[in-house]
């Protein structure tokens, strides 16, 4: 498969890659380097993933990192009320040397894998999705250096989990704080913009195929014009996916038809009261005719 292959492929399910995406993601598959997609949010960075696993038939396996992500939410934690009901019968039983206890509850029996776990011992590689990576405190960095250099997992207890197949692993981040330069290191790495007005139509064809030219090429010009716009949060491209789903459920044909109705389905686009105020009826009309 070339990378050419690969973006051809994307687009057949939905998903129009650029150039520079294609190449970055060819050569992570290639050479089994995770892929750092950095990019504001609502770009495509997640369904990248989602596509990927669609594209290889396999399974999507999905971290999503937040403020305090730890090991037993992201690795493995063991079963604490399982190992104290088989700890207690064993008592009670009056069976069992003290080690031959502790050997039993903490076997594999007794483990509880987490995503990043789980996504190492699958038969047939999955895609493992670490989304939005810069959520998380700098310390789950150090988690996840032993998996993204060696795809293996160390447990005390049980000894060093290698991979069984290497997963396609997208680490995708919005750019709230800066990645370290170890976690960098053990990436590729792409940024991922917001779509030029020929590939933002094209996604939009791809995703709405029922839709008219001419109001497809409203829709795109009308949120392109709206990310120019001094906005707290710019409309990605998933609210523009949205706002066209919107626009064809209400059966609307020309955006300039009913400009009262279609400013009710901004809502699609704005997501704070501070970018609803920004664009009054007035704003939208003279995007909607520069987009005509």
């Given at each position: 498969?070339?990378?050419?292959?690969?973006?051809?492929?994307?687009?057949?399910?939905?998903?129009?890659?650029?150039?520079?995406?294609?190449?970055?993601?060819?050569l992570?598959?290639?050479?089994?380097?995770?892929?750092?997609?950095?990019?504001?949010?609502?770009?495509?960075?997640?369904?990248?993933?989602?596509?990927l696993?669609?594209?290889f038939?396999?399974?999507?396996?999905?971290?999503?990192?937040?403020?305090?992500?730890?090991?037993?939410?992201?690795?493995?934690?063991?079963n604490?009320q399982?190992?104290?009901?088989?700890?207690?019968?064993?008592?009670?039983?009056?069976?069992?040397?003290?080690?031959?206890?502790?050997?039993?509850?903490?076997s594999?029996?007794?483990?509880?894998?987490?995503?990043?776990?789980?996504?190492?011992?699958?038969?047939?590689?999955?895609?493992?999705?670490?989304?939005?990576?810069?959520?998380?405190?700098?310390?789950?960095?150090?988690?996840?250096l032993?998996?993204?250099?060696?795809?293996?997992?160390?447990?005390?207890?049980?000894?060093t989990?290698?991979?069984?197949?290497?997963?396609?692993?997208?680490?995708?981040?919005?750019?709230?704080?800066d990645?370290?330069?170890?976690?960098?290191?053990?990436?590729?790495?792409?940024y991922?913009?917001?779509?030029?007005?020929?590939?933002?139509?094209?996604?939009?064809?791809?995703?709405q195929?029922?839709?008219?030219?001419?109001?497809?090429?409203?829709i795109?010009?009308?949120?392109?014009?709206?990310?120019?716009?001094?906005?707290?949060?710019?409309?990605?491209?998933?609210?523009?996916?949205?706002?066209?789903?919107?626009?064809?459920?209400?059966?609307?044909?020309?955006?300039?038809?009913?400009?009262?109705?279609?400013?009710?389905?901004?809502?699609?686009?704005?997501?704070?009261?501070a970018?609803?105020?920004?664009?009054?009826?007035?704003?939208?009309?003279?995007?909607v005719?520069?987009?005509?």
């Amino acid at each position: 498969m070339t990378w050419k292959t690969l973006k051809q492929d994307l687009a057949e399910h939905g998903y129009v890659a650029s150039n520079d995406l294609a190449m970055a993601l060819h050569l992570a598959v290639t050479i089994g380097k995770p892929l750092l997609l950095e990019g504001a949010a609502g770009v495509g960075k997640t369904q990248l993933a989602k596509t990927l696993a669609e594209l290889f038939d396999t399974r999507l396996i999905r971290l999503q990192c937040y403020e305090g992500l730890d090991a037993a939410a992201a690795i493995y934690e063991w079963n604490y009320q399982r190992q104290l009901l088989s700890i207690r019968a064993a008592t009670e039983s009056g069976g069992g040397a003290a080690d031959d206890i502790e050997d039993r509850i903490f076997s594999e029996k007794y483990l509880l894998a987490r995503p990043l776990l789980e996504a190492i011992r699958q038969d047939k590689a999955p895609v493992l999705l670490l989304d939005e990576v810069d959520r998380a405190d700098e310390e789950f960095e150090a988690y996840l250096l032993e998996l993204l250099s060696d795809f293996q997992v160390t447990i005390p207890e049980l000894g060093t989990i290698t991979a069984k197949t290497r997963p396609h692993v997208i680490l995708t981040s919005n750019g709230t704080r800066d990645l370290s330069d170890a976690l960098r290191r053990r990436c590729l790495y792409s940024y991922v913009d917001y779509p030029d007005r020929a590939t933002e139509l094209s996604i939009l064809a791809a995703r709405q195929p029922g839709l008219e030219a001419r109001l497809c090429e409203q829709i795109v010009g009308v949120v392109q014009a709206l990310r120019k716009e001094d906005l707290e949060k710019k409309p990605g491209v998933a609210e523009m996916l949205d706002w066209a789903a919107a626009i064809a459920g209400l059966g609307i044909n020309d955006l300039a038809d009913d400009p009262v109705e279609l400013q009710a389905t901004l809502v699609c686009l704005l997501k704070t009261q501070a970018d609803r105020a920004a664009v009054p009826i007035e704003v939208q009309q003279r995007l909607v005719g520069k987009a005509a």
